[in-house]
Protein backbone atom coordinates (compact mmCIF):
# COMPACT_ATOMS: atom_id res chain seq x y z
CA UNK A 1 0.00 0.00 0.00
CA UNK A 2 2.94 2.25 0.85
CA UNK A 3 4.60 1.80 -2.37
CA UNK A 4 0.85 2.03 -4.09
CA UNK A 5 0.70 5.77 -2.56
CA UNK A 6 4.19 6.60 -3.71
CA UNK A 7 3.54 5.57 -7.10
CA UNK A 8 0.53 7.86 -7.15
CA UNK A 9 2.49 10.21 -6.07
CA UNK A 10 5.22 9.86 -8.31
CA UNK A 11 2.98 9.45 -11.50
CA UNK A 12 1.54 13.03 -10.71
CA UNK A 13 5.10 14.43 -10.50
CA UNK A 14 5.95 13.22 -13.45
CA UNK A 15 8.98 10.88 -12.12
CA UNK A 16 8.12 8.21 -14.56
CA UNK A 17 10.37 8.55 -18.12
CA UNK A 18 10.65 6.82 -20.99
CA UNK A 19 14.43 5.14 -22.48
CA UNK A 20 14.67 4.13 -25.49
CA UNK A 21 16.96 1.14 -26.32
CA UNK A 22 17.46 0.31 -30.30
CA UNK A 23 16.29 -2.38 -32.39
CA UNK A 24 18.91 -3.01 -34.88
CA UNK A 25 19.71 -5.06 -38.15
CA UNK A 26 22.46 -7.36 -37.46
CA UNK A 27 24.69 -7.12 -40.22
CA UNK A 28 25.38 -3.79 -40.47
CA UNK A 29 24.18 -2.51 -36.92
CA UNK A 30 21.59 -0.30 -38.52
CA UNK A 31 18.93 0.95 -36.09
CA UNK A 32 15.53 -0.08 -36.97
CA UNK A 33 13.48 1.39 -34.11
CA UNK A 34 13.87 2.09 -30.32
CA UNK A 35 11.78 0.19 -27.79
CA UNK A 36 10.36 3.00 -25.02
CA UNK A 37 11.27 1.08 -21.48
CA UNK A 38 9.76 2.73 -18.30
CA UNK A 39 12.30 4.65 -15.72
CA UNK A 40 11.00 5.52 -12.58
CA UNK A 41 13.39 8.85 -11.82
CA UNK A 42 13.34 8.46 -7.78
CA UNK A 43 14.57 11.61 -5.81
CA UNK A 44 16.07 9.86 -3.08
CA UNK A 45 16.84 6.29 -4.73
CA UNK A 46 18.03 6.77 -7.95
CA UNK A 47 16.77 5.54 -11.54
CA UNK A 48 14.53 2.67 -11.03
CA UNK A 49 13.87 -0.33 -13.78
CA UNK A 50 10.29 -2.02 -13.93
CA UNK A 51 11.04 -4.91 -11.75
CA UNK A 52 10.98 -2.51 -8.27
CA UNK A 53 7.59 -1.19 -9.25
CA UNK A 54 5.58 -2.57 -12.51
CA UNK A 55 4.25 -5.84 -10.17
CA UNK A 56 2.33 -3.58 -7.97
CA UNK A 57 1.44 -0.67 -10.96
CA UNK A 58 -0.16 -4.25 -12.18
CA UNK A 59 -2.18 -5.56 -9.24
CA UNK A 60 -3.21 -1.95 -8.34
CA UNK A 61 -4.42 -1.11 -11.64
CA UNK A 62 -2.29 2.28 -11.70
CA UNK A 63 -0.47 0.60 -14.51
CA UNK A 64 -3.27 2.04 -16.92
CA UNK A 65 -2.31 5.74 -15.97
CA UNK A 66 1.35 4.82 -15.81
CA UNK A 67 0.95 3.53 -19.64
CA UNK A 68 -0.68 6.68 -20.56
CA UNK A 69 1.47 8.94 -19.05
CA UNK A 70 4.05 6.59 -20.83
CA UNK A 71 2.85 6.26 -24.26
CA UNK A 72 2.03 10.53 -24.48
CA UNK A 73 6.25 11.00 -23.61
CA UNK A 74 7.04 7.89 -26.01
CA UNK A 75 5.44 9.46 -28.49
CA UNK A 76 6.78 13.14 -27.87
CA UNK A 77 10.37 12.13 -26.61
CA UNK A 78 10.51 9.93 -29.44
CA UNK A 79 9.58 11.60 -31.95
CA UNK A 80 12.79 13.23 -33.00
CA UNK A 81 14.22 9.41 -32.77
CA UNK A 82 11.92 8.50 -36.21
CA UNK A 83 12.30 11.60 -38.15
CA UNK A 84 14.24 10.19 -40.52
CA UNK A 85 12.46 6.50 -40.58
CA UNK A 86 12.03 3.62 -38.30
CA UNK A 87 9.48 2.70 -35.37
CA UNK A 88 8.97 3.64 -31.75
CA UNK A 89 7.81 0.31 -29.65
CA UNK A 90 5.52 0.56 -26.01
CA UNK A 91 4.28 -2.01 -23.83
CA UNK A 92 0.97 -2.64 -23.44
CA UNK A 93 -0.35 -4.15 -20.36
CA UNK A 94 -3.01 -6.65 -20.36
CA UNK A 95 -5.42 -5.10 -18.72
CA UNK A 96 -5.52 -2.21 -21.50
CA UNK A 97 -7.74 -5.08 -24.12
CA UNK A 98 -10.43 -4.92 -21.42
CA UNK A 99 -11.54 -1.93 -23.17
CA UNK A 100 -13.06 -2.50 -26.75
CA UNK A 101 -12.22 1.41 -27.18
CA UNK A 102 -8.01 0.44 -26.02
CA UNK A 103 -7.22 1.89 -30.25
CA UNK A 104 -9.71 4.71 -30.34
CA UNK A 105 -8.23 5.70 -27.61
CA UNK A 106 -4.39 5.38 -28.75
CA UNK A 107 -5.29 6.65 -32.11
CA UNK A 108 -6.53 9.44 -30.49
CA UNK A 109 -3.47 9.86 -28.65
CA UNK A 110 -1.29 9.84 -31.75
CA UNK A 111 -3.33 12.27 -33.23
CA UNK A 112 -3.09 14.36 -29.91
CA UNK A 113 0.49 13.82 -30.26
CA UNK A 114 1.19 14.30 -34.18
CA UNK A 115 2.53 11.41 -34.10
CA UNK A 116 2.29 8.91 -37.44
CA UNK A 117 0.70 5.56 -36.79
CA UNK A 118 2.92 3.56 -39.45
CA UNK A 119 5.97 4.79 -36.86
CA UNK A 120 4.24 2.81 -33.81
CA UNK A 121 5.08 -0.31 -32.91
CA UNK A 122 2.78 -2.33 -29.68
CA UNK A 123 3.96 -5.05 -27.84
CA UNK A 124 1.94 -7.70 -26.12
CA UNK A 125 3.11 -10.89 -24.16
CA UNK A 126 1.37 -14.65 -24.53
CA UNK A 127 -0.73 -13.75 -21.68
CA UNK A 128 -2.41 -11.28 -23.03
CA UNK A 129 -3.68 -13.80 -26.02
CA UNK A 130 -5.14 -15.61 -23.42
CA UNK A 131 -7.28 -13.35 -21.87
CA UNK A 132 -10.39 -12.86 -24.12
CA UNK A 133 -9.16 -13.90 -27.86
CA UNK A 134 -11.70 -12.44 -29.56
CA UNK A 135 -11.23 -9.26 -28.05
CA UNK A 136 -7.87 -8.83 -28.25
CA UNK A 137 -7.97 -9.73 -31.94
CA UNK A 138 -10.41 -7.30 -32.92
CA UNK A 139 -8.76 -4.76 -31.21
CA UNK A 140 -5.17 -5.49 -33.31
CA UNK A 141 -6.96 -5.39 -36.24
CA UNK A 142 -8.28 -2.03 -35.64
CA UNK A 143 -5.13 -0.98 -35.01
CA UNK A 144 -3.30 -2.32 -37.73
CA UNK A 145 -5.95 -1.50 -40.13
CA UNK A 146 -5.08 2.14 -38.82
CA UNK A 147 -1.20 1.54 -39.35
CA UNK A 148 -0.05 0.73 -36.11
CA UNK A 149 1.33 -2.91 -35.72
CA UNK A 150 1.84 -5.40 -33.32
CA UNK A 151 4.63 -7.56 -31.63
CA UNK A 152 4.38 -10.57 -29.27
CA UNK A 153 7.15 -9.76 -26.45
CA UNK A 154 8.87 -12.49 -24.65
CA UNK A 155 8.03 -15.32 -26.99
CA UNK A 156 8.84 -18.95 -25.42
CA UNK A 157 8.21 -18.31 -21.96
CA UNK A 158 4.38 -18.84 -22.17
CA UNK A 159 2.96 -21.71 -23.51
CA UNK A 160 1.61 -20.60 -26.66
CA UNK A 161 2.60 -21.91 -29.92
CA UNK A 162 3.53 -19.89 -32.66
CA UNK A 163 0.39 -21.28 -34.91
CA UNK A 164 -1.96 -19.86 -31.65
CA UNK A 165 -0.22 -16.76 -32.24
CA UNK A 166 -0.91 -16.89 -35.48
CA UNK A 167 -4.68 -15.95 -35.26
CA UNK A 168 -3.95 -12.65 -34.01
CA UNK A 169 -2.54 -9.85 -36.35
CA UNK A 170 1.13 -10.28 -35.29
CA UNK A 171 3.83 -9.39 -37.86
CA UNK A 172 6.67 -9.69 -35.07
CA UNK A 173 7.93 -12.26 -32.74
CA UNK A 174 10.57 -11.17 -29.78
CA UNK A 175 12.30 -14.25 -28.63
CA UNK A 176 13.17 -13.91 -25.01
CA UNK A 177 16.01 -13.16 -23.61
CA UNK A 178 16.27 -16.77 -21.93
CA UNK A 179 17.17 -18.49 -25.19
CA UNK A 180 19.55 -16.34 -26.73
CA UNK A 181 21.62 -16.02 -23.50
CA UNK A 182 22.89 -19.86 -23.78
CA UNK A 183 24.37 -18.52 -27.27
CA UNK A 184 27.81 -18.62 -27.83
CA UNK A 185 28.67 -21.09 -24.37
CA UNK A 186 28.65 -24.92 -24.35
CA UNK A 187 24.94 -25.40 -24.23
CA UNK A 188 24.25 -23.82 -27.16
CA UNK A 189 22.52 -26.50 -29.19
CA UNK A 190 19.18 -26.70 -27.34
CA UNK A 191 18.65 -23.03 -27.47
CA UNK A 192 20.00 -23.08 -30.93
CA UNK A 193 17.55 -25.61 -31.93
CA UNK A 194 14.58 -23.62 -30.47
CA UNK A 195 15.42 -20.40 -32.02
CA UNK A 196 16.14 -21.88 -35.39
CA UNK A 197 12.75 -24.03 -35.40
CA UNK A 198 10.94 -20.40 -34.97
CA UNK A 199 12.47 -18.01 -37.25
CA UNK A 200 11.74 -21.16 -39.63
CA UNK A 201 8.11 -21.07 -38.76
CA UNK A 202 7.51 -17.76 -38.25
CA UNK A 203 9.01 -17.10 -41.80
CA UNK A 204 6.53 -19.77 -43.56
CA UNK A 205 3.75 -17.42 -41.43
CA UNK A 206 5.18 -13.91 -42.63
CA UNK A 207 5.91 -13.25 -39.29
CA UNK A 208 9.71 -11.39 -38.52
CA UNK A 209 12.15 -12.64 -35.77
CA UNK A 210 13.52 -10.23 -33.32
CA UNK A 211 15.98 -11.82 -30.76
CA UNK A 212 16.06 -10.07 -27.48
CA UNK A 213 19.27 -9.92 -25.10
CA UNK A 214 22.35 -9.74 -27.03
CA UNK A 215 24.76 -9.43 -25.27
CA UNK A 216 27.95 -10.55 -26.89
CA UNK A 217 29.47 -10.88 -30.28
CA UNK A 218 29.46 -14.63 -30.05
CA UNK A 219 25.80 -14.41 -29.90
CA UNK A 220 25.35 -11.94 -32.53
CA UNK A 221 27.29 -14.72 -34.53
CA UNK A 222 25.38 -17.44 -33.95
CA UNK A 223 22.35 -15.76 -34.66
CA UNK A 224 23.64 -14.36 -38.11
CA UNK A 225 24.56 -17.98 -39.04
CA UNK A 226 20.76 -19.08 -38.54
CA UNK A 227 19.75 -16.49 -40.54
CA UNK A 228 18.11 -14.41 -37.49
CA UNK A 229 18.83 -10.55 -38.91
CA UNK A 230 16.83 -8.68 -36.06
CA UNK A 231 17.83 -8.07 -32.46
CA UNK A 232 18.06 -5.79 -29.31
CA UNK A 233 20.56 -5.55 -26.71
CA UNK A 234 23.27 -4.48 -24.73
CA UNK A 235 25.82 -5.27 -27.65
CA UNK A 236 24.11 -2.83 -29.74
CA UNK A 237 23.07 -0.14 -27.05
CA UNK A 238 21.02 -0.12 -23.59
CA UNK A 239 18.26 1.83 -23.08
CA UNK A 240 19.23 5.70 -23.03
CA UNK A 241 17.07 8.71 -22.70
CA UNK A 242 16.36 10.00 -25.96
CA UNK A 243 18.57 12.77 -26.20
CA UNK A 244 21.53 10.04 -25.83
CA UNK A 245 20.57 9.14 -29.68
CA UNK A 246 20.19 12.14 -30.56
CA UNK A 247 23.78 13.40 -29.98
CA UNK A 248 26.15 13.64 -32.60
CA UNK A 249 27.78 10.22 -31.82
CA UNK A 250 24.43 8.91 -31.43
CA UNK A 251 22.29 6.49 -34.35
CA UNK A 252 19.30 8.44 -34.96
O1 LIG B 1 14.24 -2.85 -18.64
P1 LIG B 1 13.37 -3.60 -18.50
O2 LIG B 1 13.66 -3.97 -17.10
O3 LIG B 1 13.20 -2.20 -18.81
O4 LIG B 1 11.79 -3.92 -18.68
C1 LIG B 1 11.24 -5.03 -18.06
C2 LIG B 1 9.85 -5.24 -18.55
O5 LIG B 1 8.99 -4.19 -18.14
C3 LIG B 1 9.75 -5.24 -20.05
O6 LIG B 1 9.87 -6.52 -20.52
C4 LIG B 1 8.39 -4.71 -20.35
O7 LIG B 1 7.50 -5.77 -20.63
C5 LIG B 1 7.98 -4.00 -19.09
N1 LIG B 1 7.82 -2.58 -19.38
C6 LIG B 1 8.79 -1.69 -19.67
N2 LIG B 1 8.28 -0.47 -19.90
C7 LIG B 1 6.93 -0.60 -19.77
C8 LIG B 1 5.83 0.31 -19.89
O8 LIG B 1 5.97 1.49 -20.20
N3 LIG B 1 4.59 -0.20 -19.67
C9 LIG B 1 4.37 -1.48 -19.35
N4 LIG B 1 3.11 -1.89 -19.15
N5 LIG B 1 5.38 -2.37 -19.22
C10 LIG B 1 6.64 -1.93 -19.44
O1 LIG C 1 9.82 -6.01 -22.86
P1 LIG C 1 10.90 -6.75 -22.20
O2 LIG C 1 10.79 -7.47 -20.98
O3 LIG C 1 11.46 -7.74 -23.17
O4 LIG C 1 12.01 -5.60 -22.04
C1 LIG C 1 13.31 -5.78 -22.29
C2 LIG C 1 14.04 -5.84 -20.97
O5 LIG C 1 15.29 -6.46 -21.17
C3 LIG C 1 14.33 -4.50 -20.41
O6 LIG C 1 14.26 -4.59 -19.04
C4 LIG C 1 15.74 -4.21 -20.81
O7 LIG C 1 16.40 -3.32 -19.93
C5 LIG C 1 16.33 -5.58 -20.75
N1 LIG C 1 17.42 -5.81 -21.68
C6 LIG C 1 17.59 -5.25 -22.89
N2 LIG C 1 18.71 -5.71 -23.49
C7 LIG C 1 19.27 -6.57 -22.61
C8 LIG C 1 20.46 -7.38 -22.65
O8 LIG C 1 21.22 -7.40 -23.62
N3 LIG C 1 20.70 -8.15 -21.57
C9 LIG C 1 19.88 -8.18 -20.48
N4 LIG C 1 20.21 -8.97 -19.47
N5 LIG C 1 18.75 -7.44 -20.41
C10 LIG C 1 18.45 -6.64 -21.46
NA1 LIG D 1 8.80 -5.24 -24.37
MN1 LIG E 1 10.71 -8.93 -24.10
Redesign the pocket.
Known amino acids: LELELALRNALHAGEFVPYF ?1 PIVRMDDRSTLGY ?1 A ?1 IRWQHPVRGLL ?2 GEFLPVAEESGLIEAIDWHMYRLACTAGAPLVAKGGFISI ?1 ISPRHFQYEDFDQRLLELLRETGFAPERLRI ?1 VTEGTLLGDPDAVARILERLQAAGVSAAL ?2 FGTGYSSLSYVHRFPLKKI ?1 ID ?1 SFIRDLGQENAQRSLAIIHAVLSLARSLDMSVVA ?4 TEAQRQALLEIGCQRA ?4 FGR ?1 QPAAYWLEPDGKA
Open positions: QELGPNEDDKREGVEQGFLP
